[in-house]
């Protein structure tokens, strides 16, 4: 931290102090025009910018300006390209410098716990090697561009679902090796300017805005992080507790909500005035961090380039887009007559709802671009973007044009509402209409090609009887670009998936443990996420982590490592050589996978320890290689409370995916700290052999080490200012709040539109939020005292002095409207 932050904060009068560590508006710190320091804006992010100004963009609610839209986190994370995610980095950061912005809201590294999370398409992957690396790149990238981000959500923030209030409970080692890695890499390796700290609770049912194991003990202490962290969008309930804990700054401007308990924590002593300089010394940091930036360059920086920008993003989606399946129907010759079908050929989706939506410079649909470029392509709607059920009429008009075609091409996907922030999916499967579509098609045209675009996994029924299937995810505005770009072979897809897609909601690991119940989420399934888990369980999948095919083939040979043992504090160099063995011009996703002993503590079968993306033309050959170190090989041991490299002989695989292993070769790793399984005298027979549907309460208390916590909330209980609406329904008076606002379902969807999903859900997500985040959020109109009584009218106690608490807060608030 500079000097003179820490001058600068010891300058402060108090009341200054207390408006530093909270926000101005949606997206501003507080000036310090007395210290001549100004303030700095933020904004969403992570794939696009969500500046908002004008009317209503202070509160968060006003229209951001036109900014190119790139593809989102599950893409650009199935590029398996540091190159990209740096380049976007700094795509990203040019733009934010020529829109004056100091933080960009990104990037969004939570790990994908269940398919069904509805942020899944801003988050990068199962795996927390890829997504550390990932989230790295991108990291050095923007700030690279002397713009911050704000790695985010930290931590174990899976699921959308009660996100504001649930407590995830998570064993040690999980979080240690699968949900803190991205955090912990970019911490280390790439100085993230802010974290920004979760909604849920985590250690001890303690928010995650006021854990100060969380925020002190590892972040700062263990990892070393020395920048600002900031609270997700009202996600502090004390703040108190939050600045002893270690959380910074509040986003957004609270108003006085805090105000008051503050100075009664500072005058009994309850709060140390020093931890209270440390927050505004750290606040301060950042602001000096971004006025350098601005100082160094002189000149304001050039606007940013929306049609360069559009280029790259079409590049970019170019890498993101996964080829499933191809029986030999891709690439599409251009002289063939093709039957584009489904309302995503013309109006393709290609971003997600809720905050990190942007409103998008200009959004290229396959159809256009094929009509542009002058192929031979008719249209069909079949079904439209927010279909669910099938229309026979548009059905039968699609089946006629795909049986007088060469080829069907459908373009199919989810509805933005089921990819969307503050509301998970229910199930997998696309909306029926489509799905019946495609079977239609199938028994007239033998040659039909699915375009998928969605943020996460889907079913796919029909997956068997299709010719090919390119999975899209959200590909940002140049969506339909890439898309004919791939189809007709002007490049080979080259991504490859970060995640697998399961058969059947019930295979998912944490298939009667997602979203959990009304007070905490249980990671029963621990370590097995992802491919750790259908590996290790020896399950079948749709398509596994890693899958990803091309227009040639890649031959892999002579997999070498530079030794056969290995000690911890080395390193060691595992060789393979790849060619492109057909005749088009490609990149390879070559991974690395180790594969632990199994006679130790339980480990997943196999683990991504390393992946490089290599260009080949045709014929060409090159050698990929990858780093291993002791972290590659070791699990973290709780009795050690650290990582253990435990001794044995390892696999190193050289592989092309997941299920695709090429080679094998073998190492001794030997460790003269000898340490027993953290496990012996435990009962954990379903961890050894990855049967996580078969965990019960006692096995998971003893992997926990605590007792669990009750995972549904007594009911009735007594409600305090964490209560959400939806609690609140236990009082006859939260029963009809939630019946008027219901009624308010048309008028929300008027207002908020596509932007935030349908309406309803939306309404519904907002009966999740916590009572003091909208008192928070009221801009003082409905403040601390009538959000006390609100609560104790729900609690049915005190009726007549709450109600008159109500009425004079009442008062307040109309004086403040007028001024006064
Ligand atoms: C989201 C964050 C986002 C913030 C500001 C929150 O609801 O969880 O990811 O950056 O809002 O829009």
Not at 107 to 130: H, M, Q, T, W
Not at 371 to 382: F, K, N, Q, S, T
Not at 728 to 756: D, H, T, W, Y
Not at 767 to 778: D, G, K, L, N, V
């Amino acid at each position: 931290m500079r000097d003179e932050a820490k001058n600068l904060a010891g300058r402060l009068t108090l009341d200054e102090k207390l408006c530093l560590i909270k926000g101005v508006g949606a997206w501003r710190t507080y000036p310090l025009e007395r210290l001549g320091l100004p303030d700095i804006m933020v904004a969403d992010g992570p794939h696009g910018l969500r500046k908002q100004e004008g009317p209503g963009g202070a509160q968060g609610l006003g229209e951001s300006i036109q900014t190119v839209c790139f593809p989102t986190a599950s893409g650009t994370a199935a590029s398996f390209s540091r190159a990209l995610l740096r380049q976007l980095g700094e795509t990203l950061g040019g733009e934010c410098r020529a829109a004056q912005l100091s933080v960009l809201l990104g990037p969004a590294v939570n790990i994908k716990r269940s398919p069904l999370c509805g942020r899944n398409f801003e988050y990068f992957s199962e795996d927390p090697y890829l997504a550390a690396e990932m989230a790295v790149s991108y990291t050095q990238g923007v700030q690279g561009k002397g713009v911050g981000v704000s790695i985010k959500h930290f931590a174990a923030n899976n699921q959308e679902r009660r996100r504001m209030t649930t407590q995830s409970v998570v064993d040690e080692r999980a979080l240690r090796e699968i949900y803190f890695p991205a955090f912990e890499q970019t911490v280390k390796r790439a100085d993230p300017w802010t974290v920004m700290v979760a909604y849920n609770k985590l250690f001890d049912g303690i928010y995650c805005c006021e854990n100060t194991r969380l925020l002190t003990d590892i972040l700062r202490e263990e990892w070393g992080f020395d920048g600002v962290a900031v609270s997700d969008w009202g996600a502090v309930s004390d703040r108190v507790k939050g600045v002893a804990a270690g959380l910074d700054l509040e986003m957004p401007d609270s108003a006085d909500f805090h105000r008051q308990p503050l100075l009664e924590a500072l005058q009994s002593g309850e709060l140390a005035e020093s931890a209270l300089d440390e927050a505004c010394a750290r606040v301060i940091d950042l602001i000096l961090r971004a006025v350098e930036v601005e100082q160094a360059d002189g000149a304001p920086p050039p606007p940013a380039d929306n049609e360069l920008d559009h280029i790259l993003a079409r590049q970019y989606a170019r890498e993101t887009m996964v080829l499933l399946k191809n029986d030999g129907a891709l690439p599409l010759q251009k002289n063939l007559k093709a039957a584009f079908i489904g309302g995503f050929a013309k109006q393709p989706r290609f971003q997600g709802g809720g905050s990190s939506h942007v409103n998008a410079f200009r959004v290229a649909s396959a159809y256009e671009t094929a009509m542009d470029a002058g192929l031979p392509v008719e249209y069909a709607e079949g079904f439209g973007v927010r279909d669910y059920e099938y229309d026979p009429v548009k059905t039968k008009q699609a089946v006629a044009l795909a049986a007088h075609c060469d080829v069907a091409v459908i373009f199919a996907g989810l509805p933005e509402a089921m990819d969307s922030e503050g509301q998970d999916r229910k199930h997998l499967d696309l909306p029926p209409c489509q799905n019946t579509v495609i079977q239609a098609i199938v028994q007239v045209q033998p040659n039909t090609v699915v375009v998928l675009q969605n943020g996460a996994p889907v079913r796919m029924p029909w997956a068997g009887d299709v010719a090919a299937i390119l999975e899209s995810y959200l590909a940002g505005e140049a969506v339909g670009e890439a898309q004919i770009d791939l189809l007709y072979g002007d490049y080979s897809p080259c991504a490859k998936l970060a995640e697998t897609f399961p058969l059947r909601l019930q295979d998912t690991p944490c298939y009667g443990n997602f979203p959990g119940g009304t007070a905490t989420v249980e990671y029963r399934e621990s370590i097995y996420v992802g491919y750790r888990y259908y590996d290790k369980a020896q399950r079948d999948v749709l398509f596994p982590f890693g899958h990803g095919l091309s227009y040639t083939q890649f031959e892999y040979s002579n997999l070498r490592l530079a030794r056969k043992n290995f000690t911890p504090g080395e390193n060691l160099e595992a060789i393979v050589t790849i060619r492109n063995a057909g005749d088009v011009d490609a990149a390879e996703i070559v991974q690395f996978y180790v594969e632990p002993p199994q006679d130790g503590a339980f480990r997943p079968k196999m683990e991504l320890k390393g992946f490089d993306k290599v260009f080949l033309r045709a014929g060409e050959k090159r050698r990929v290689s990858c780093t291993l170190d002791a972290r590659s090989f070791s699990y973290w041991h709780t009795g050690l409370n650290d990582w253990y490299c435990a001794p044995g002989e390892y696999g190193v695989l050289a592989a092309a995916s997941s299920r695709d292993i090429r080679l094998r070769a073998e190492v001794t790793v030997h460790n003269e700290q000898w340490a027993d399984s953290p496990y012996v005298g435990l009962a954990l027979p379903s961890y050894e052999n990855a049967q996580v549907h078969a965990v019960g309460d006692a096995e998971f208390e003893a992997l926990l080490g605590f007792s669990l916590p009750p995972a549904d909330y007594a009911s009735p209980r007594r409600l305090n200012l964490d209560a959400t609406l939806t609690d609140a329904q236990q009082s006859p008076f939260g029963r009809v709040i939630l019946k008027i606002m219901r009624l308010a379902i048309p008028v929300m969807e008027k207002v908020l539109g596509e932007a935030f999903g349908d309406a309803a859900t939306q309404v519904e997500s907002a009966f999740e939020m916590p009572i003091r985040t909208i008192a928070e959020w009221s801009g003082g109109f409905f403040d601390r005292p009538m959000a006390e009584a609100l609560i104790s009218i729900f609690n049915q106690e005190d009726y007549l002095q709450s109600i008159c608490e109500m009425a004079k807060g009442l008062g307040r608030a109309v004086k403040k409207a007028m001024g006064k």
